[in-house]
């Protein structure tokens, strides 16, 4: 997706109260990645080399109001995965806007054409990068991208 990835998409429809059910379809095995979306609303994590059994039994679980964890969430104790989930930040302090912006400034987009994507003001992402900045206790555009990729928005 151009301008938004599958978290943000479930943290949206999370926020505006939907009763859509989100299965995240990844090419991402990491366990910080399908934690970040469960806590954004996801119901479900699949990644795109799982088995087609798997995804159907994902699609049946969501469908059926279960939450799909992949194996790699769920190894050993399965109420570990609730302790890491509540306790991990990972950006969660960033407004969504906020992570929009910083997701545009990982991709390499200039502020002007930020602001024209997002048909705010340049003044306004220029305000929104600073707080991200502030937040996330970084001064450079450089370390900004890191901490994106880092954190698998990009």
Not at 8 to 21: H, I, P, Q, Y
Not at 37 to 60: F, S, W
Not at 107 to 132: P, Q, W
Request: zero cysteines; charged letters at 25%; glycine letters at 6%.
């Amino acid at each position: 997706m151009p301008n938004l990835n599958g978290i943000e998409v479930a943290r949206r429809v999370k926020e505006l109260g939907l009763r859509s059910r989100v299965l995240i379809l990844s090419m991402h095995n990491h366990a910080t990645i399908a934690t970040e979306a469960i806590r954004a609303g996801a119901h479900g994590y699949v990644t795109k080399d799982a088995a087609q059994e798997v995804l159907v039994g994902a699609v049946r679980d969501v469908l059926d109001g279960r939450l799909y964890l992949p194996p790699f969430l769920t190894e050993g104790n399965p109420l570990d995965f609730q302790v890491r989930q509540l306790n991990s930040k990972s950006g969660a302090e960033l407004s969504n806007r906020e992570r929009e912006v910083l997701q545009m400034v990982a991709e390499g987009k200039s502020l002007k054409e930020i602001a024209a994507d997002l048909n705010i003001a340049l003044r306004t992402v220029v305000f929104h990068k600073r707080n991200i900045s502030q937040k996330l206790g970084v001064k450079s555009t450089a370390a900004l991208t890191r901490y994106a990729v880092e954190q698998r928005l990009v």
